[in-house]
């Protein structure tokens, strides 16, 4: 949920299964692609891991921030851009809502920290696997195999410090969210 942008919560349920699963889809499509070489093997990667992946994402969304489903397709994007950004939202009324999307945020990136420990292991498997693929696979299985220890190190020395930016413009926009209204005073 940290990295959905704000035009996927615009939305409804489907089109944000579409969003993420189809982002999910071609991507790991791509990586059958490179490694076999093989286009129907890709096909069905895309195929199967689009609705999959896209159904999976779209109920984790609506079921840590159900608050967005009440919203309007644009007032839930402008939520999420304003939140995201750490600005004021620009409509006083979703202030609430910025609110309960930060908390949503903030769920969702503690329990990002947990995986944290997996990763590690994840990492270390494959630079293993790596390794052998260059040693005893073909040349498309060394690619791929190095890629996954490009994207694992990516996930865990980028970004942690991507989703802390994002988390401290997320209290940014909570803390504007929650701020009294300012009249238009005066001296003030």
Do not use: C, I, K, N
Not at 48 to 76: F, K, N, Y
Not at 81 to 106: Q, W
Not at 154 to 164: A, G, I, M, Q
């Amino acid at each position: 949920m940290l990295l959905v942008p704000g035009w996927v919560w615009q939305g409804g349920p489907v089109r944000r299964a579409l969003g993420a699963g189809l982002a999910a889809g071609v991507f790991f499509g791509l990586f059958v692609l490179v490694e076999s070489g093989a286009w129907a093997a890709a096909a069905v990667v895309l195929l199967v891991l689009t609705p999959l992946h896209g159904v999976r994402v779209a109920r984790r969304m609506s079921g840590v921030w159900p608050a967005g489903e009440d919203l309007g397709p644009a007032d839930r994007a402008a939520v999420v851009r304003a939140t995201r950004r750490g600005e004021t939202v620009p409509d006083p009324r979703l202030a609430p809502d910025v609110v309960r999307y930060a908390e949503a945020l903030r769920v969702t990136a503690e329990r990002d920290r947990l995986r944290r420990r997996v990763m590690a292991l994840v990492a270390a498997v494959a630079l293993a696997l790596a390794g052998y693929d260059t040693v005893a696979g073909t040349a498309r299985e060394a690619l791929v195999s190095w890629l996954v220890v490009v994207l694992v190190a990516l996930d865990l020395v980028w970004w942690p410090r991507r989703r802390d930016r994002l988390m401290a413009r997320v209290r940014r926009a909570e803390a504007a969210a929650r701020a009294p209204e300012r009249r238009d005073t005066p001296g003030g």
